[in-house]
């Protein structure tokens, strides 16, 4: 079992920035893909970003999102600059053990986390 636990989130302006930290309790973190997604009130959740051994990314944050990781710490951070009032949601990290193919699905990924509020005002 992996647990998973973000932290960064907050309001800010449109145009202005924030960081979003998840920390995973497993000695092989290194092993997992990372990803982000993102659900506001009656929406599904959305892929944003995973991180295995390669990025990739939603067409709508390509460009101002960057995610990545540091297996020392067993932290996956989501920078988040040009920030939009429509980013505002609640955020989660989520894990899958590494596969051969790059998921962006959320019924791939095995651990999610509690979220973290992002508000976006303009």
């Known amino acids: 079992q992996v647990q998973l636990v973000e932290s960064g989130g907050g309001l800010v302006q449109a145009g202005g920035s924030l960081r979003l930290s998840c920390v995973a309790s497993t000695r092989a973190f290194g092993r997992y893909a990372m990803g982000w997604f993102r659900q506001t009130p009656g929406k599904e959740r959305e892929f944003v970003a995973v991180i295995d051994w390669r990025t990739y990314y939603a067409d709508s944050v390509k460009g101002r999102f960057t995610i990545s990781r540091d297996n020392a710490k067993n932290t996956v951070y989501l920078q988040m600059n040009s920030l939009k009032p429509e980013d505002t949601a609640v955020y989660y990290c989520?894990?899958?053990?590494?596969?051969?193919?790059?998921?962006?699905?959320?019924?791939?990924?095995?651990?999610w986390g509690q979220g973290t509020q992002v508000t976006v005002s303009s």
């Open positions: 989520a894990a899958y053990y590494a596969k051969p193919v790059t998921m962006s699905n959320d019924y791939d990924y095995d651990y």
